[in-house]
């Protein structure tokens, strides 16, 4: 099935600042969603892309897909401590039966 | 309102019994799948079912089973087998089947720890 690594696995930020996740596949994706799981929590759908070059946004996080849909990434503006969780991005196993998560970018924010 | 609902959210195991963990839901999705996730990590799929009476193995399904006799119900059963239970499980489910259109949407998952 497909594999997708996720970078960095931990980022601490003041409070105010920026945050970015990436995920990078070897191969071409039909799509990729992305997760949130806060702290205790069970992860929360935030968004699916599918088209090359796809940017959305959603208040403060703005997703992107890669122009070869073989990366993607969660920009998060100006961190506030509601933010705090982990996110995860997740792929199509390939027979669309499945999905594979990423391992996940544990964001902390420091006030 | 639609949900899924995982039962019991904690579950101690004496080592040697087999536990089995409730996964209901009401969103008349056809897809529905268990994840383990332990601590600091990632998700890892045990089964899934897309349809009722049918279900396939994921990446970790020794010491595992699982049945889907009702559409909104996918209880999994962790048996003594599974020589490593303590973590957390994770039921989802998603709308359709064969499709990759939508998102999954989780129960609060169940902790079990073997004592």
């Known amino acids: 099935g497909q594999q997708v690594m996720q970078i960095p696995q931990y980022q601490h930020v003041q409070e105010g600042e920026d945050f970015t996740t990436y995920c990078n596949s070897s191969t071409t994706l039909s799509n990729i969603q992305w997760y949130k799981q806060r702290p205790g929590g069970h992860p929360v759908f935030l968004i699916q892309l599918v088209k090359s070059g796809e940017v959305k946004k959603q208040k403060r996080l703005t997703f992107q897909f890669g122009e070869a849909k073989k990366n993607s990434s969660l920009h998060i503006t100006a961190t506030q401590t509601t933010d705090v969780g982990t996110y995860f991005c997740?792929?199509?196993?390939?027979?669309?039966?499945?999905?594979?998560f990423g391992s996940g970018t544990q964001l902390t924010v420091l006030p | 309102d639609g949900g899924i609902t995982q039962s019991p959210k904690y579950l101690f195991r004496k080592e040697g019994q087999n536990v089995t963990l409730s996964c209901e839901q009401n969103l008349n999705h056809d897809a529905m799948y268990w994840y383990r996730q332990d601590p600091g990590q990632g998700l890892r799929l045990i089964y899934y079912?897309?349809?009722?009476?049918?279900?396939q193995k994921g990446d970790i399904a020794e010491g595992y089973s699982v049945s889907r006799e009702k559409k909104e119900s996918f209880p999994l059963t962790v048996t003594s087998a599974q020589k490593n239970p303590t973590a957390f499980y994770l039921c989802?489910?998603?709308?359709?089947?064969?499709?990759?259109?939508?998102?999954?949407?989780f129960g609060s998952g169940t902790r079990l720890t073997v004592v």
């Open positions: 989802a489910s998603r709308k359709g089947h064969l499709t990759s259109n939508y998102g999954y949407t």
């Open positions: 997740a792929v199509d196993s390939g027979s669309a039966r499945q999905l594979t």
């Open positions: 079912s897309q349809i009722v009476n049918d279900f």
